[in-house]
T-cell receptor
Framework: NAGVMQNPRHLVRRRGQEARLRCSPM?????VYWYRQLPEEGLKFMVY????????ESGMPKERFSAEFPKEGPSILRIQQVVRGDSAAYFC????????????FGSGTQLSVL | DQQVKQNSPSLSVQEGRISILNCDYT??????FLWYKKYPAEGPTFLIS?????DKNEDGRFTVFLNKSAKHLSLHIVPSQPGDSAVYFC????????????FGTGTRLKVLA
C-alpha cells in the first residue's frame, strides 16, 4: 500500500501524558500537512512541513503541540500533557510539492484522552 | 475566523436525483478549490477541483461550479447514489504563500434508496 500511513489508528492517553502521532507520507512526497477534526467540526489546519523544515505552523496551539518531519523517518505530531479537549481525529496529508493541486490523506489517528 | 463555510450541515436526497452541496469563502485571494469526500473512520479522499480561471469543471457524475464574484462554489452530483452518502468538505487555498488548504466544516449527504 503506497498511501499515506498513519499510526496508531487509535490512541488512548490519560490527562497529563504525552501523545505521539506518526505519519509516513506517500513515496516520493516531501510535503506533509497535519489537520485536526474535533467532534462535529471540520478539518482544521495545524501545520505544514517539508523535510527538516516547518513551513507554516499558524494552526498549531502555542503550547504543548509540536511537529517535526526529519530527513529520515515519519513526521511526528507530539502533544505534551494532553487534556480532554485534545480528543480528536488527527489527519496527515502529503503531496509531492507544495504547489501541487491536491493532498492525499491518511486514515487518521483517533486520540482519546481519559 | 472561518474563511471557508459550508452552511448546510446535512442534506438528504433521493437516489437518482441531483445533490447540490454549497460552499462560500471570504478570502478573495483564494484561487484554487477542491472537494473531498469522507466516510466514517477513513481519511478524506479527493473528488474534484477547480481553478479560479474556470467557472465549471466536470468529472463523470460530479460537477463543480465556481462563482468568483459571489465567492461561492457548489458541487453537483447527478444522479445521486446511495454510495455517495458521506461527509463532503470543500477546501480552498492561495497559489502563493505556503499553499495550505483551508477546509470548510463539511456537509453530511445522505442518499436515500
Amino acid at each position: 500500500n503506497a498511501g499515506v500511513m498513519q499510526n496508531p489508528r487509535h490512541l488512548v492517553r490519560r490527562r497529563g501524558q504525552e501523545a505521539r502521532l506518526r505519519c509516513s507520507p506517500m513515496k516520493g512526497h516531501s510535503h506533509v500537512y497535519w489537520y485536526r477534526q474535533l467532534p462535529e467540526e471540520g478539518l482544521k489546519f495545524m501545520v505544514y512541513l517539508q523535510k527538516e523544515n516547518i513551513i507554516d505552523e499558524s494552526g498549531m496551539p502555542k503550547e504543548r503541540f509540536s511537529a517535526e518531519f526529519p530527513k529520515e523517518g515519519p513526521s511526528i505530531l507530539r502533544i505534551q500533557q494532553v487534556v480532554r479537549g485534545d480528543s480528536a481525529a488527527y489527519f496527515c496529508a502529503s503531496s509531492p510539492r507544495g504547489s501541487d493541486e491536491k493532498l492525499f490523506f491518511g486514515s487518521g489517528t483517533q486520540l482519546s484522552v481519559l | 475566523d472561518q474563511q471557508v463555510k459550508q452552511n448546510s450541515p446535512s442534506l438528504s436526497v433521493q437516489e437518482g436525483r441531483i445533490s447540490i452541496l454549497n460552499c462560500d469563502y471570504t478570502n478573495s485571494m483564494f484561487d484554487y478549490f477542491l472537494w473531498y469526500k469522507k466516510y466514517p473512520a477513513e481519511g478524506p479522499t479527493f473528488l474534484i477541483s477547480i481553478s479560479s480561471i474556470k467557472d465549471k469543471n466536470e468529472d463523470g457524475r460530479f460537477t463543480v461550479f465556481l462563482n468568483k464574484s459571489a465567492k461561492h462554489l457548489s458541487l453537483h452530483i447527478v444522479p445521486s447514489q446511495p454510495g455517495d452518502s458521506a461527509v463532503y468538505f470543500c477546501a480552498a487555498r492561495k497559489t502563493s504563500g505556503t499553499y495550505k488548504y483551508i477546509f470548510g466544516t463539511g456537509t453530511r449527504l445522505k442518499v436515500l434508496a
